[in-house]
């Protein structure tokens, strides 16, 4: 691992405190990333569901791992923050798999990873971490490994027992090697200072409208807030509605929100920072 790699390591580890949670508004491209790093984002995470859209592909481990590699070491190319790429299910068909996939997410640049459990067996998602964390150890890197657990996103289990499995999960990965645990889903306060309160590691949830602010997140034991594919959302619906107003009354007021074509131009004037 290079220098670069190393701090950038280590600054995006320091950035997982409730005092000021870690927000992050999840980029899918080259253009989203440095007009999120514009705004002043310490970090840039990628968002898996924008990603496989904006390539064409739908969410849920269908994206082929190539293009995800591809795409996340452009955009850690791009940006002078430390990156954290959403790998799914870690692109792999078992834990061997996901470990090549850390090796190669490490290569193209990013210091943290995504992965989650979906449906599968708590267990399997175990072993995956485990083989991510063994990867990221032979290559020399302080991978930020953040566990996903979708009991609350899928709905899975009985809801009168979905705290203590999202619990049982959460120790169970951490058990493996993740640094942090990610519960997506989640936006009542008692639910998330029960979370906070009891999962071992930083805590990182999703948020959005309706949501507790970053600050009030913070307060409850929140160290880290993501909007996950939430602004690739609002992206496309703003492409939507533009689109809409063109072809129906023939309108272009939907466009008066759009960045200035000179500011989004000059953000790719400058070099890469290329680490």
């Given at each position: ?88 299910g870690g692109y792999g068909t078992d834990a061997a798999g996901v470990g090549e996939t850390v090796a190669a997410v490490l290569a193209a640049g990013a210091v943290g990873v995504n992965i ?19 990867s990221a150890d032979r290559a020399g890197s302080d991978l930020f490994l953040n566990a996903r657990v979708d009991t609350f996103l899928f709905g899975l289990g009985a809801p009168e027992t979905r705290l203590e ?111």
């Amino acid at each position: 691992m290079t220098t670069t790699h190393l701090d950038n390591a280590g600054l995006f580890r320091s950035l997982h405190t409730a005092r000021a949670p870690l927000a992050l508004a999840n980029a899918w491209d080259v253009a989203s990333a440095r007009v999120i790093e514009a705004a002043g984002a310490p970090a840039i995470a990628t968002t898996s569901a924008g990603v496989a859209w904006s390539l064409g592909s739908p969410d849920g481990d269908v994206l082929a791992r190539d293009r995800a590699l591809e795409l996340i070491g452009r955009i850690a190319a791009a940006v002078a923050v430390p990156v954290t790429a959403d790998i799914e299910g870690g692109y792999g068909t078992d834990a061997a798999g996901v470990g090549e996939t850390v090796a190669a997410v490490l290569a193209a640049g990013a210091v943290g990873v995504n992965i989650e459990d979906g449906t599968r067996p708590p267990a399997e998602l175990a072993r995956r971490l485990a083989a991510a964390r063994r990867s990221a150890d032979r290559a020399g890197s302080d991978l930020f490994l953040n566990a996903r657990v979708d009991t609350f996103l899928f709905g899975l289990g009985a809801p009168e027992t979905r705290l203590e499995e999202t619990l049982t999960r959460a120790r169970m990965y951490v058990d493996a090697g993740a640094d942090g645990v990610f519960v997506p889903g989640v936006t009542d306060t008692a639910t998330i200072t029960a979370l906070a309160g009891a999962v071992p590691v930083p805590l990182n949830v999703m948020a959005g409208p309706g949501a507790p602010t970053v600050a009030e997140l913070g307060a409850l034991g929140v160290a880290r807030v993501s909007l996950g594919s939430g602004v690739a959302q609002a992206a496309y619906a703003a492409a939507r509605r533009a689109a809409q107003e063109l072809l129906g009354t023939g309108g272009y007021d939907s466009l008066t929100q759009a960045m200035a074509f000179p500011e989004l131009d000059a953000l790719f004037s400058a070099p890469y920072p290329r680490h």
